[in-house]
């Protein structure tokens, strides 16, 4: 790639492509759905619905022929929610699908854990020996739903360009 060139062509598509597609792909996702048609209602509770959603699917690092995780998108800029609305699911080697359902995040650790964030706790799930546990015994690492948003202004150093 040329420095200082687009990333693909074309260089975007809306507020997030293809840099989040990009990362994605860096990260080990691969595109499994594109959606064919979309529900485009920006008065709705959700303004736009892809259909079918649009999945990425990422394989288990330390046993990627026993799971896979698939992140859903099924809509974008929900009223008083989130600006993606994803679902994650865990896909098991002989095809049962333990769905996480509605989720902020999810991805593998490097050991092959499961790790996901629902309603602003972060869990984990064990893969130990290469198998993993059920999602059941999630372990909760952290409860964020406490925290607030606190403006703090920037030292003033903050504010100017350095000196070259």
């Given at each position: 790639?040329v420095?200082?060139?687009?990333v693909?062509?074309?260089?975007g598509?809306?507020?997030?492509d293809?840099?989040?597609s990009?990362?994605?792909?860096?990260?080990?996702?691969k595109?499994?759905?594109?959606?064919?048609?979309t529900k485009?209602?920006?008065?709705a509770?959700?303004?736009?619905?892809?259909s079918?959603?649009i999945?990425?699917?990422k394989?288990?690092?330390?046993?990627?022929?026993?799971?896979?995780?698939?992140?859903a998108?099924?809509?974008?800029?929900?009223q008083?929610?989130?600006?993606?609305?994803?679902?994650?699911?865990?896909t098991?080697?002989?095809?049962?699908?333990?769905?996480?359902?509605r989720?902020?995040?999810?991805d593998w650790s490097?050991t092959?854990?499961?790790?996901?964030?629902?309603?602003?706790?972060?869990y984990?799930?064990?893969?130990?020996?290469?198998?993993?546990?059920p999602?059941?015994?999630?372990?909760?690492?952290a409860?964020?739903?406490?925290?607030?948003?606190?403006?703090i202004?920037?030292?003033d150093?903050a504010?100017?360009?350095?000196?070259?």
């Amino acid at each position: 790639m040329v420095e200082g060139a687009p990333v693909r062509r074309p260089p975007g598509w809306g507020e997030d492509d293809p840099v989040w597609s990009e990362r994605l792909l860096r990260d080990g996702w691969k595109l499994i759905s594109y959606p064919t048609g979309t529900k485009d209602d920006f008065g709705a509770k959700v303004s736009w619905e892809p259909s079918p959603p649009i999945i990425w699917r990422k394989p288990n690092p330390a046993c990627p022929q026993r799971y896979s995780l698939d992140m859903a998108i099924v809509g974008i800029r929900e009223q008083a929610g989130p600006w993606y609305l994803t679902e994650h699911a865990v896909t098991r080697e002989n095809g049962d699908l333990d769905k996480l359902g509605r989720s902020e995040w999810a991805d593998w650790s490097h050991t092959g854990d499961l790790l996901f964030s629902i309603n602003g706790c972060l869990y984990r799930v064990p893969c130990i020996k290469k198998i993993l546990a059920p999602l059941e015994d999630a372990v909760k690492v952290a409860d964020f739903t406490n925290l607030k948003f606190e403006l703090i202004k920037a030292p003033d150093v903050a504010s100017r360009w350095p000196k070259r």
